[in-house]
């Protein structure tokens, strides 16, 4: 896979790349990362790239002109068929179903805007889509930027040790994840529960969904409103609410 970020900061974008699993990826060349600032196509001086917004208001945007040259010089180092995608607070939610489906593609390029915003005419002219990682603002979009790149690269064939833990992750199956023990087997007087400790694989799995379904609905119920559950999960929340329901059935006794 081929990635492009337009960004202000090249240096941040490679120095964070290093470390990990993407790290891990850069070195096998299952993907490879390239930057281009804006700075680049600027024709004064200065490297003038923001300028006062039309209609008044505090702070900065980012101009046009090299900014949508950057996005044509990084874009045109891509396969055919891979996206624009600015990162920014309106765009659409970044979940992981988004990001199994980036993965899918042979390159994507990512744009990091800062200050206030960009030029609108830059999104109608050089940007496919719009991803936001979060209900918040942040300085820049180089940590979006590099959030999508983790979540995307860590789903590529050979990116993990072990191609099941992509599919066991929180969210690959709409589910948070389950707790995880490794030695010692007590620790400060909590100990691993037996079950983990019995070898029966098939009591592992149904302890396994049953406290990834019951996190979720603790911490995130949103998800479990959302999700279209295997017939074995659907059975398993609805033991585990009748169970709940009739634990607060005794305690209102």
């Known amino acids: 896979m081929k990635i492009e970020v337009v960004t ?51 702070g900065m945007v980012m101009k046009p002109e090299p900014l949508l040259a950057a996005i044509r010089a990084a874009h045109a180092r891509l396969p055919a068929g891979s996206p624009r995608i600015c990162l920014s607070a309106q765009g659409e939610p970044f979940e992981e179903r988004v990001a199994r489906a980036l993965a899918a593609l042979p390159g994507m390029l990512l744009v990091a805007g800062r200050y206030e915003g960009v030029d609108e005419r830059v999104l109608e002219l050089g940007i496919d889509r719009e991803l936001s990682v979060g209900d918040y603002v942040l300085s820049g979009g180089e940590l979006p930027a590099l959030t999508v790149i983790d979540a995307v690269v860590r789903l590529l064939p ?79 929340l609805n033991e585990l609410l009748a169970a709940q329901a009739a634990a607060e059935e005794d305690r209102g006794k």
Do not use: C, K, N
């Open 8 to 58: 202000l900061f090249p240096r941040m974008i490679a120095g964070a790349l290093e470390y990990g699993v993407v790290g891990r990826a850069l070195e096998r060349g299952l993907v490879t990362v390239g930057t281009e600032d804006p700075r680049a196509h600027t024709q004064d001086a200065h490297r003038t790239v923001d300028d006062r917004p039309y209609g008044g208001g505090p």
């Open 158 to 236: 050979g990116a993990l040790g072990d191609e099941r833990s992509s599919e066991e992750d929180s969210f690959a199956r709409g589910l948070l994840d389950w707790p995880h023990y490794t030695r010692p087997e007590l620790f400060e007087g909590l100990s691993v529960p037996p079950v983990l400790l019995s070898g029966d694989h098939a009591g592992i799995g149904r302890w396994r969904l049953e406290r990834a379904l019951e996190r979720t609905w603790r911490r995130r119920p949103d998800l479990i409103a959302g999700a279209r559950l295997a017939p074995e999960a659907q059975r398993a």
